[in-house]
């Protein structure tokens, strides 16, 4: 088996996943696997794609599964790679073979983390959102580094296209049953880590790095 890890945070939209994600990729040189960045792309030259992504409509599992092998693939060649972190799984079934994937390409884990908010935290925080339009990183509202561009690349800090009210509704409803889905899965397996996402962001990044070790130890 590869010393290689695959890490899964999962959780509503604005739980704070992908900040926790580039925080691990900062601080344990992890890589990140991206699918709504992926998408994010293809929209620039797929209209219907675009189309799609600003109404808050989530791509079908096939398509998704697709995305997510092509790319656990890619980055599990790579030299140098210590670990992968997913951070946009929407489905039990993209769980289930991610799982399969990951056992295929030999990855430790998956290791699932639930970063646990309510609706109305997640309906909060996406209506205030800000993102990098190049690196597409969440940017903190009121961030001093940011103010006037991206601290890690220089890109326009802009509001994403489906964080409009009617797509944040819209994504939020179906994401509550999927999001609960995908959480039974891993707890039916006895490998669910939840982590209170109503902290800060330090401490619940302080959260996930001591139930990972506790994990990896056991």
């Known amino acids: 088996m590869s010393n290689r890890e695959l890490i899964v945070i999962f959780g509503l ?6 900040t926790q994600s580039h925080l691990m990729h900062d601080r344990l040189g992890h890589e990140i696997m991206s699918l709504g960045g992926y998408f994010r792309k293809l929209s620039t030259t797929d209209p219907e794609i675009k189309k799609a992504m600003d109404a808050g409509i ?12 092509g790319s656990l693939e890619e980055l599990s060649s790579r030299e140098g790679v210590k670990g992968i972190i997913h951070d946009d799984i929407v489905s039990a079934a993209q769980a289930q073979a991610e799982d399969d994937i990951a056992k295929e390409l030999g990855l430790k884990g998956p290791y699932p ?10 309906r909060d925080r996406l209506s205030v959102r800000l993102v990098c339009s190049t690196c ?20 326009e800090i802009i509001k994403r296209t489906d964080d409009n009210p009617e797509a944040i509704a819209h994504r939020l409803g179906d994401y509550s049953k999927r999001i609960e889905e995908i959480a039974q899965y891993y707890e039916s397996l006895g490998r669910l ?6 902290q800060e962001v330090e401490d619940i990044y302080t959260d996930i790095i001591q139930a990972l070790n506790k994990v990896r130890s056991s």
């Open 136 to 155: 597409i990183i969440p940017i903190r509202p009121g961030s001093q580094e940011d103010k006037d561009a991206c601290h890690k690349c220089g890109g």
């Open 193 to 198: 880590i939840t982590i209170n996402g109503s």
């Open 58 to 69: 989530i791509f079908p599992d096939e398509m998704t599964i697709k995305a997510i092998k």
């Open 13 to 18: 939209p604005g739980s704070g996943k992908s």
């Open 113 to 122: 983390v639930l970063v646990k908010i309510t609706k109305e935290e997640a």
